[in-house]
């Protein structure tokens, strides 16, 4: 096993375990108070809502961070060219290159000289 398996195996049993607590403490509160967490119907309730708002709070966070990053290389990233600047230019390209002479024929090609051996 490579390390980078290794590495993939060991992030997918976090990620599984991690829903896992998060679907039983959502749905099951109640499991809390066997660690001694929560005793009260109220801590259970507030534990509840910790779980919703902690993963609601990062994605939206983790959403306008994305947000901000596109608007900050939309407004640092200079404008392109007009499309009529490109192609004059590619023009000029064309116009600037002679034109080639047409190749000579198979058989007037000079024939490649043959190494001699010694």
Do not use: H, R
């Not at 009260?40 to 779980?51: E, G, H, I, R, S």
């Not at 990062?58 to 959403?63: L, Q, S």
């Not at 961070?65 to 590619?90: D, F, N, S, V």
């Amino acid at each position: 096993m490579s390390k980078d398996q290794a590495i993939g195996g060991a992030i997918l049993v976090v990620c599984v375990v991690v829903a896992l607590l998060y679907i039983v403490t959502l749905f099951f509160p109640q499991w809390l108070g066997i660690l001694g967490l929560a005793t009260t119907a109220d801590a259970l309730k507030n534990y509840q809502f910790w779980v919703v708002a902690v993963p609601v709070f990062i994605a939206f966070v983790a959403i306008m961070l994305i947000g901000a990053w596109i608007g900050w290389t939309m407004a640092t990233t200079p404008p392109p060219k007009p499309i009529e600047e490109i192609t004059t230019e590619m023009e000029e390209k064309k116009e600037e290159i002679p034109a080639e002479q047409p190749a000579a024929p198979a058989s007037e090609a000079p024939a490649p000289e043959k190494k001699k051996k010694n």
